[in-house]
């Protein structure tokens, strides 16, 4: 039976959320990057001006007024201007100010349209006058206005000025700004939204697309997402290497995006529901949200146990297998075994209410422990008792992955909760001398092979040597396609008596097999 859903689609122009004052982002200039990258450009006038940039390798955006026998009036500096539907809110300069001569000064500000409304938040003339702003490096700010659009911070000589023979009568260099920016306008939509099961004319089942293209006048798109009963089941950010926090372009996110947005019916509980898309902002606060869809849903099927619901709890863990009537141990994420040693993967599933979840169905899933999991459906009915508890016990193999997966409803096609355990299983090789009796300074040959399935060629082995109470690496060799090796030691004159050997096997990503051992071998000198 497949899932139905009966849809009443109303569609209607985007409701957009708005607030008594305009959200803000920031976008960081100066900081690793060009100043254009911020939106920051030069301006100058007069003669005895030098401006240079340096950025993108850790410096500054600098400006200085030269000094000169007979100065002129005149300005250097840098200034930034909001983008189109956004306004300067604030920033913080960090910056380094020099006055050397009476008339040259420092002003950092910023205008509005109207000249009358300009704020100056920095102003200094003459070297005694700008004795605070040049002990400073930093200055925090926040706009006392809402129409302010162009941010400036500059030196200037404003005749008549003291005559100096000095590179720099007055200089600004600033090494990052922080500038916020209010936005006030939530995105729109510019087209959509539409989706196949809006013109379907009667029941719809499996997952739906839902195509959209929003707009924004201001910092961008920065994600979309699906809100289902007013709650928010999906949020994705847009793509853009750039629209990402901190931000460092006036326009940080795209101001157009066409996405395509899923929608499984299965993922909700039967009945009615409102579902509708929106997007998000630059500043993460103004959300625009279409109108509302008026969804009904029905037969998902049976539900997947008693107290069975889309809210539950799973534990999953895994433990070595015990003979009956001895004490099973508890089970772990992760459990370590014995080379052709079994399994038991254990676990407990309750509902949100924290009641136990029975007889329901859980699926598990295992992949061999080797790269990327590829999972496949163990043939097992997996069913949870009175207590929400449920066991399978895995075959001897070699390392695996686990996934076990509890669908609410019948025809679900989404796990409603998911979990995962690992069993990591000890390599196991075997370990012949070729001749356990030898002389002095002859060389010992040591053959076997090791053992498991899904065993490439060339895997690492290591001969031990013991010594006292513990044992020394002294040579090591690959094995061949069908897992056997060949490994040598030679002895030195001095050696006599009774030697004791044995063979380590390291993991490596694709043998799925831990650390292990052989058992050990004797090799006797005359």
Known sequence: MATKVQLLIVLAV??????????????????????????????ASGPQTALSESCASGGTMTAILRGNQSPVAGNAGWQVSAPSNTAIAGATLYRKVGVAGTGYGYVARALAPAAANNEV???CTGPSGCKQEVARTSFAWRAARADLNRLQAYVQCVAPCQALSASAAAAVRVSRVDLALSDAKAPTIASGPSSAMFGAGGPVSGVQSITTTFKDAGGGVASTGVQVDGRTVSEVPVS?????????????????VSTTLPFNPASVSDGAHQIRVFARDATGANVGYSSSLAVTTSARGAVNGRNGSDDVRLSVGVRRPVRAGHHAPPAHSTATVAYGSKSVISGRLRNGKGESVIGARMVVGTAVDRGVPQFADVAANVVTDSDGRFKLTLPAGPSVRVRVSYFARA????????????????????????????????????????LGRFRPPGVRVELQ??????????????????????????????????????????????????????????VFVR
């Open 14 to 43: 985007l409701a957009f959320a708005s607030s008594a004052a305009a959200a803000e982002y920031t976008v960081v200039a100066c900081n690793g990057q060009a100043a254009a990258t911020g939106g920051w450009t030069l301006f």
């Open 121 to 123: 938040f920095e102003s």
């Open 240 to 256: 853009s290497s750039s629209c990402h926090a901190p931000y460092n372009k006036l326009v940080p996110c795209p101001l157009t």
């Open 411 to 450: 025809l679900d096609g989404t796990p409603a909760r998911r979990d995962n355990a690992r069993v990591k299983v000890r390599s196991r090789a075997t370990l012949r001398p070729v001749h356990r009796r030898l002389g002095s300074r002859v060389r010992a040959t040591f053959r076997g092979r090791v």
């Open 465 to 522: 040597g013991r010594r006292g109470r513990s044992y020394v690496t002294l040579a090591t060799a690959a094995t061949k396609p069908d897992g056997s090796y060949r490994v040598t030691y030679r002895f030195t004159h001095r050696a006599s008596g009774r030697y004791v050997f044995r063979l380590r096997v390291r993991h490596y990503p694709r043998f799925p097999y831990f650390l292990g051992y052989s058992r050990a071998a004797s």
